[in-house]
Structures are given as C-alpha cells and as structure tokens.
C-alpha cells in the first residue's frame, strides 16, 4: 500500500519556468491538500480539494494554481517560478469528511528556484 | 478562527531522559488535536491523536499526550527518550468549517537527543 505518492522529489528551476508537481493517493480518500514548508513557518496551505473536479484556494494561493481531475491525483503548477517558492511541498489527503480524521502525507518535493 | 502555538521552537535532551513538548491550542468550536512527527526528509506521520473520551491518549513509539480544555493545552511527553526520536514534532487541531475539514499546524518543535 503506497499512501501518498508525490513526484518528483527534488527539482531545481529557472526564474519564470513552469512545472507541475503531481500527487497520487490509493486510500480512495475524498479530501487532498497542497501545503508548502518553509523554515519557521510551519505548514502552510496553498490549495485544496473536497472531492474530484473541485478545488479551492488556500491560505497562501497566490502563484500557484491546482487541478484535480480524477479522484486519486491532486497537480499543483506553478506557472511563472520565483524565488520565494523555493519551499519544500508537501500533499496530503483524508477522508475529510469529518474533522477527526488525520491527514496521510507524502515524503515531499524539495523545489529549488534560482 | 483556530490557531495552534508551540512553545519551544528547539528542545535539546539527554537520551534516556524525559521530554514534554508543549502545545496550546484556540479554537471557537469543539476541535480535534493531533501530534504529528516528521523525519529528515520524509513526510509527517501521525503520532497521536485526541477525538473524546479520556484525556491521556497513548500513541506510538511511547508517546503521550494531555488533552486539558480548561488550559487550552494538548502537550506530548516521553518519559523516556531515544536517539531515534530526534526528529520535529508538530501539533494541529482539525474542525470542520467553511465546508471542509479544516487543519492548523504549529511551526513545529524540533526535539534533539543527545547521546
């Protein structure tokens, strides 16, 4: 059983590049989550998704954008790369329908922005 | 609004020693409380939990937590710790509101076993 699967894992980009980072989850959870982790901060929530075909914005949004077509895979782009998303990204899902489930997380994509 | 605070950003022990972890928590409505551990490069994990029922709830690796609500605290404590649990640990409470389940994570508090 995989859990949550993010790709790539590590990736160094230009200034005002593009690239999608995918997430894949196999518990058939409705709820997945993009956060970012940055030193000091916590985790912090960039967009979200309550069930196939729906997203929302999070606490920080801006610069990033999310599809979620099928039920099992959660993308997040960043469509023009800056500095200050250099961050390690984190998904996450849940059942999410009711508050007392915890959140299953993936190992991360370290994401370098020259 | 929910807000989750961790006292101690870094807390250094000596193996074999106890640790208690500090959390403190503000929530407008009846919330649930988790401690989350995160590894060198890896993902979080979940350590414990708190839903109901009885305020001592046990989790993995020998971890404990204390669910208090008139102090607004969930701590974590080890009575005794391990060169493997050198690691950063994170506090989140979880309601459901705006129409999802909605999760507020503490900055985390790195804990440091020194052999």
């Known amino acids: 059983n995989a859990g949550v699967t993010q790709t790539p894992k590590f990736r160094v980009l230009k200034t005002g590049q593009s690239m999608t980072l995918l997430c894949a989850q196999d518990m058939n959870h409705e709820y997945m989550y993009w956060y970012r982790q940055d030193p000091g901060m916590g985790l912090r929530l960039i967009h979200y998704?309550?069930?196939?075909?729906?997203?929302a914005k999070g606490e920080v949004p801006d610069g990033y954008n999310v599809s979620r077509l099928k039920k099992q895979n959660f993308l997040l782009g960043l469509e023009s790369a800056a500095p200050s998303q250099t961050s390690v990204y984190f998904c996450a899902s849940s059942y999410g329908t009711v508050p007392n489930q915890p959140q299953h997380f993936g190992d991360g994509t370290r994401l370098s922005i020259l | 609004a929910q807000s989750v605070t961790q006292l101690d950003s870094q807390v250094p022990v000596f193996e074999e020693a106890p640790v208690e972890l500090r959390c403190n928590y503000s929530s407008s409505v009846s919330v649930y409380l988790f401690w989350y551990v995160q590894y060198p490069n890896q993902g979080l994990q979940l350590l414990l939990k708190y839903l109901s029922g009885s305020t001592l709830v046990k989790g993995i690796n020998g971890f404990e937590a204390e669910f208090n609500k008139s102090q607004t605290s969930f701590h974590l404590r080890k009575p005794s710790v391990h060169i493997s649990d050198t690691a950063e640990y994170f506090c989140a409470v979880s309601d459901y509101s705006g129409g999802y389940q909605k999760v507020t994570f503490g900055i985390g508090t790195k804990l440091q076993v020194i052999p």
């Open positions: 998704s309550v069930g196939e075909g729906t997203t």
